[in-house]
């Protein structure tokens, strides 16, 4: 039977953890693409209101959580911390298996950990409309969700491939109000660039990304959103790790490893910095970021300064990348297909205080199966990354004859993924090459930045 290890609502983190002040040396610049100049706070302030400007650059530690922000929050946090007996048993492993379950939110994923804050902080700017790109759209129904709770209006670019693929996630987002646009659209200059020159695209997050900040940088009254990547995204997620480790104090336990998929990054930072705070202070603790073979930025990108979008509107990051126009192939877990990588994220794997892998697709809906047959919950195509990677460590541990004990974030439900399921029951699902050539290609294309 599975154990759930609860906190009640007083528990909910007071402050977001941010992690600059721990992190391997100085962080790189951020590039403004049309200076080539390091980005100054006016620069953001087009896009973003001040507050959220102020968390991308602090220093500071502990960052104060807005009551009004917690006061949401409280909907669904503390989010439970399970232990997996079941799929321990299922495995016949020495170790123990904890995943913390993020798919109670409303949204169904840990995406609105981030979009609340983000639209309280807008609000309060006056700012009327955000606009926003989302991939498989967990991050796109979470900011809806967000502007519906702060009366403010929401347009959302959806990843054309996944708008057909997850067609239930755009009606939750029109549910709450949202504008749902497949991307690349004929609504901005950068859709109609990928249009024409390739009408039958698949779109991609870089692509969407760029259609968002175009839609933010032509109206006063709209701001861009962002729901991964940057430092104030990872900041907002971290009160997954922290009410993680408070559960597993009240079980007596403390992970070896520590798992999350990782696309941007947010879902990875929210699980893991917290950890990593605990590393710093001289904890043994292993972190393990989880991507798919077919878009595998860690695993097989270079470090280097990239633009954070296609149309190279978005700032310039040091960060591990597969170049800005690199379109990943369709697969199930769009929410993974980016090319490029949180800079804390990436400096952490650089430093070599992080770990990655890759899977293909088939091998974590195998994962996923076994986990819904054992735990009874369908996790999102995302979150089966990180189910794969926690039952081959937990696998190993059985092998080594060692006991272990396995963290691992479920950061959605997959209860509106079922075409993708249903490919994979019917032998239908496709194991993506790794598009080596595409790759080179693309990463041929960085920014020449020279300070």
Known sequence: MQTKILLDESRIPTHWYNIIPDMPGPLAPVINPRTLQPVTPDDLLPIFPMAIIEQEVSGERWIPIPEEVREIYRLWRPSPLYRARRLEQALGTPAKIYYKYEGVSPAGSHKPNSAIPQAFYNKQAGIRRLATETGAGQWGSSLALACSMFGLECTVYMVKVSCTQKPYRKSMMQLWGANVIPSPSEFTNAGRAILAHDPDSNGSLGIAISEAVEDAVSRPDTNYALGSVLNHVCLHQTVIGQEAKEQLALAGDYPDVVIACCGGGSNFAGTAFPFLADRAAGKNVRCLAVEPASCPTLTKGVYAFDYGDTAKMAPIAMMYTLGHDFMPPGIHAGGLRYHGESALVSQLHHAGLIEAKSYRQNACFEAAHLFARSEGIVPAPESSHAVRAAIDE????????????????????????????????????????????????????LPKVDL
């Open 394 to 445: 937990a696998v190993l541990a059985k092998e080594e004859g060692k006991e272990k004990t396995i963290l691992f974030c479920l950061s959605g439900h997959g209860q509106l993924d079922m075409g993708a399921y249903d490919a994979y029951l019917s032998g239908g699902l496709e194991d993506f090459e790794y598009p080596e050539e595409m790759i080179r290609e693309s990463l041929a294309r």
